[in-house]
């Protein structure tokens, strides 16, 4: 399941990353890439410990918590801090899984959902699309400044070639309260439902039966 999260980043707030990230250091991005991953990858990060990205990091952070479609679709236990990376042309990061373990910053979390959030607009670069694949086939994703891209971090998917520009992101993992993708699917799904019921039917009886039986799985379900 990958879900499209529109504005997490206000303009202004996608305007300050462009102003910080202009005088900042890049270093190669191969620094938190495992053995595979490492072959195939080809673009710059911010300094995990460096201040801007500290400062950004702590942004990104904060609007997630703002995010109630990130809190529905994700169900966070913990995100581990956003990174920020940049492809120049000629850039790319081939086919790869990221790694399932993640530890810095004070953080150790299972990667269960990978997110893109895109502080490039795509008038910015050409190529650099996020390839993501399921069993469903490939998706191909580009956003606007300030969205981002969840999916499940267990799927292969690749960054294609910078033609022109330069392609900014913000990156991140989470380890979900539920572990299982197909259920945070099903409870996703349900959540989006019962919003949509109490929206046009707000007195249908129903309304508190259905929200009961989310709250139940999630009782059942959720590893804090
Ligand atoms: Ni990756």
Same mark, same amino acid.
């Given at each position: 399941?990958?879900?499209?999260?529109?504005?997490?980043?206000?303009?202004?707030?996608v305007a300050r990353c462009r102003e910080v990230m202009e005088k900042a250091a890049w270093v190669d991005g191969r620094v938190t890439a495992g053995h595979q991953s490492a072959q195939v990858k080809f673009n710059l990060q911010l300094p995990e410990a460096a201040a801007e990205a500290r400062e950004l990091s702590d942004m990104v952070h904060d609007a997630l918590g703002l995010s109630s479609l990130f809190m529905s679709a994700v169900l966070p236990k913990q995100v581990f801090p956003p990174l920020f990376n940049r492809y120049d042309a000629g850039m790319t990061f081939g086919a790869h899984v990221d790694n399932a373990i993640r530890v810095g910053n004070g953080a150790r979390v299972r990667t269960d959902v990978s997110s893109t959030l895109f502080i490039s607009g795509p008038e910015d670069y050409d190529g650099g699309e996020l390839v993501v694949q399921d069993t469903y086939g490939e998706h191909t994703v580009k956003l606007p400044a300030g969205d981002m891209i969840?999916?499940?971090?267990?799927?292969?998917?690749?960054v294609t070639p910078i033609t022109r520009g330069s392609r900014i992101a913000s990156f991140?993992?989470?380890?979900?309260?539920? *572990? #299982?993708?197909?259920?945070?699917?099903?409870l996703f799904d349900m959540d989006m439902a019962i919003?949509? !019921?109490? *929206? #046009?039917?707000?007195?249908?009886?129903?309304?508190?039966?259905?929200?009961a039986v989310?709250?139940? !799985?999630l009782r059942q379900w959720a590893e804090l």
């Open positions: 399941m990958m879900i499209h999260i529109p504005n997490v980043l206000t303009a202004a707030e969840v999916y499940p971090a267990t799927s292969l998917h690749n991140f993992w989470t380890q979900s309260m539920i *572990r #299982d993708e197909s259920k945070r699917s099903l919003i949509k !019921l109490g *929206r #046009d039917h707000p007195d249908h009886a129903s309304n508190v039966e259905l929200t989310y709250h139940n !799985l």
